[in-house]
């Protein structure tokens, strides 16, 4: 197609061939007739004799039997195209890469998801599972559309979308539930086998960060590379798992797991939804996102 000749000039010349006369295509188009005359030169003026003019009405040259069978398939893809876009915007179509650790997927994203696919089943969900650092990685491939992380993440580079607050707490099973009988200072906890996740992860770094608060660098018993883990092993008796209180709600209220209350607490964090400034989302990635920044979790 030569690119200097509008598209509009095209789709006059499709209106006509398909209507046998400049009248009737004038009329569909709402247009004048010499408005569509004088689009019909200029074409012709560019690609040569198209239409052959009679008192009959118009037919076309083989020239221009080729051209409209071109601008056929060209306009029914361009069709097809508004049709496949349309979808998409009503959640019909479509598809989304999300990344998230294997807590936040476990207990945040899944419920999400699954309330998603049920409202718009037609959305590809895929999901990659990943620590939050991993995460921001993948995002920065352009791997993933958004990320589902621990804050705090600093990067000019994403739009970060504050989520539901966590609350980290530590838990013990029966064998050390005595723990759980009075508030306990760092210094106190720091003494216990403590079951604590991986270095390297934003919630270790938080509870390291808690510690150091209070002028102490603690060795964990046992380090482990998920929360789901660390709740397993507190609940048999080898120790005092740090884990967030959102995610062991049921447990606590179970009497699976006791909570052992500090002083002074451990701070709040907050989930983050993360995406690249460069790349706009889709429509089914900004509704799940919306649905996901509205969740509300327990405690």
């Not at 660390?230 to 609940?235: E, M, W």
Request: with cysteine.
């Amino acid at each position: 197609m030569n690119t200097s000749i509008p598209l509009d000039r095209y789709r006059i010349f499709y209106a006509v061939a398909e209507a046998g006369s400049l009248t009737r295509a004038a009329d569909r188009l709402f247009l004048s007739q010499p408005a569509v005359s004088q689009s019909i030169k200029k074409l012709e003026k560019e690609l040569g004799e198209l239409l052959i003019r009679s008192a009959r009405g118009i037919r076309l040259t083989p020239e221009g039997e080729v051209l409209f069978a071109h601008l056929k398939e060209a306009f029914r893809l361009i069709e097809a195209g508004e049709h496949h876009i349309h979808d998409m915007q009503r959640l019909n179509r479509g598809a989304i890469r999300i990344g998230a650790s294997d807590t936040l997927c476990r207990h945040y994203l899944l419920p999400a998801l699954e309330a998603f696919h049920r409202e718009h089943p037609h959305i590809h969900l895929h999901v990659t599972n990943r620590t939050s650092q991993e995460t921001l990685a993948l995002l920065h491939a352009g791997k993933i559309d958004f990320g589902v992380v621990n804050l705090p993440v600093v990067d000019d580079r994403l739009v970060i979308y504050e989520g539901p607050h966590l609350q980290d707490c530590f838990v013990t099973g029966e064998r050390h539930r005595f723990l759980s009988e009075a508030p306990v200072s760092a210094v106190e906890l720091a003494q216990q086998p403590l079951l604590l996740l991986e270095t390297g992860s934003v919630t270790r770094a938080h509870i390291d960060a808690y510690f150091q608060s209070h002028g102490l660098t603690v060795s964990p018993e046992i380090e482990l590379g998920s929360i789901d883990l660390l709740v397993d092993f507190a609940r048999i008796g080898l120790g005092v798992a740090a884990v967030i209180r959102n995610f062991v709600q049921q447990q606590l209220e179970d009497g699976e797991l006791f909570e052992i209350v500090t002083e002074p607490t451990i701070p709040p964090r907050a989930i983050g939804l993360v995406a690249s400034k460069d790349i706009p989302l889709s429509w089914a990635a900004q509704s799940l996102m919306t649905t996901l920044r509205n969740t509300e979790l327990p405690g």
